[in-house]
């Protein structure tokens, strides 16, 4: 039976001594305690991609079929069985839906409404009292929260929530703070409400990078990144495949759209080379930008002191854009960025990013 001693306060400035000492003691794990494992509710064949008390996201670029991706997922949780590729069980008590869309029009939003509910078997002129939609295009991201967060303190036994349009929760997407503020909301909703929480975001245009510092810290934070992409083949074919997950990774499935606008497998698809390709690429296959991402999250605004730690460092932000690699694989890397593509420069036990030898003899005058 697990241990319940969570203490619910806003964590903020200034905390009366009282309620510090009741967060340390609802936060402490000890040796006694017993945690059960958190409920699973979502597969693709028998790779977990969905548990309760965690998020997970689906990206891809404009136009992907992101959306029609997504319904299907929810349509596999509301009807409890297979849709596309995805399989689904909500326990009892925890079978409510909230899909939430913070950018489509109220019509689309009602298009993929519908397009869920027929792709579960279920009648689309009846409300489901399993599955509730809302909209909320026309308001602040601060509104968006507060709409959310007021929708899960009802206790209507939600047990998945949708948010489509992550990027819709905040006013700045490269903003460092608010981005961590929104991934923060995720993991209190998802582990205070004990539900799944699955976010929509977009690719950049130029590159496979998911959008912003918000990209960064999901692909940090999140359980199951998926991304859907364009066939290079078939333009009508969309492929659906892991950028991130905690599971073992799942075959790569592709589908389309039939002619009642319903998704449906892609039978006899054949991928344009194995995607597992992908994530065995070299560093040097990496764009610039790639480089640059990285070495903005690695950095921050301050130099990193020590090669250890800028090894540390990089393994984790070249991680969040989808290149996990191992020490030796860093440690060249580390050397090319230096010697080859100048984004590096190390002076003593300091090293800077993308600065001028003479920025950093004045840096270091400074």
């Known amino acids: 039976m697990e241990n319940e001693r969570r203490t619910d306060y806003s964590i903020g400035a200034g905390l009366e001594e009282h309620k510090l000492l009741d967060i340390l003691a609802a936060s402490q794990i000890r040796a006694t305690d017993t945690y059960e494992t958190p409920p699973q509710i979502i597969w693709i064949d028998n790779s977990t991609i969905a548990t309760l008390g965690n998020f997970s996201a689906s990206t891809g670029k404009a136009k992907s079929k992101k959306t029609f991706n997504v319904s299907a997922l929810v349509a596999a949780s509301l009807a409890g069985r297979q849709v596309l590729n995805y399989r689904a069980h909500l326990p009892e008590g925890k079978r409510r839906i909230l899909y939430v869309d913070t950018e489509q029009s109220r019509f689309h939003c009602h298009t993929v409404l519908e397009r869920i509910l027929r792709l579960a078997g279920l009648p689309t002129k009846t409300d489901n009292e399993n599955l509730d939609f809302i909209c ?45 503020e929104v991934i923060n909301k995720m993991m209190e909703w998802s582990s205070r409400y ?170 270091d005058e400074e």
């Not at 990027?167 to 703070?177: A, E, H, K, Q, V």
């Open 136 to 180: 909320l295009r026309e308001y602040t991201p601060a509104v968006r929260i507060e709409v959310i967060d007021y929708a899960l303190r009802q206790n209507k036994g939600y047990g998945l929530v949708i948010i489509d349009g992550i990027r819709d929760l905040m006013l700045d997407i490269n903003s460092t703070g608010e981005s961590v």
């Open 194 to 363: 004990d539900l799944h929480i699955h976010c929509v975001l977009h690719l950049n245009k130029g590159d496979n990078n998911v959008r912003g510092h918000i990209g960064t810290e999901m692909s940090n934070k999140a359980e199951t990144v998926l991304v859907i992409s364009k066939s290079n083949d078939n333009p009508s074919v969309s492929e659906v495949h892991a950028l991130h997950i905690r599971e073992k990774e799942f075959k790569p499935f592709a589908f389309t759209v039939d002619d009642n606008g319903l998704p449906v497998i892609a039978e006899h698809h054949s991928f344009n080379g194995d995607i597992k390709q992908k994530s065995r690429m070299s560093f040097m296959d990496l764009s610039l930008e790639q480089h640059r991402e990285a070495l903005a999250a690695a950095f921050g605004d301050k130099p990193i002191k020590g090669f250890e730690n800028m090894l540390q460092a990089l393994m984790d932000s070249y991680a969040a854009i989808g290149f996990k690699r191992g020490r030796s694989v860093m440690v060249k890397l580390l050397q090319y960025l230096t010697d080859n593509l100048k984004l590096i420069i190390k002076r003593d036990k300091l090293f800077y990013n993308d600065m001028t030898p003479a920025e950093v003899m004045l840096f």
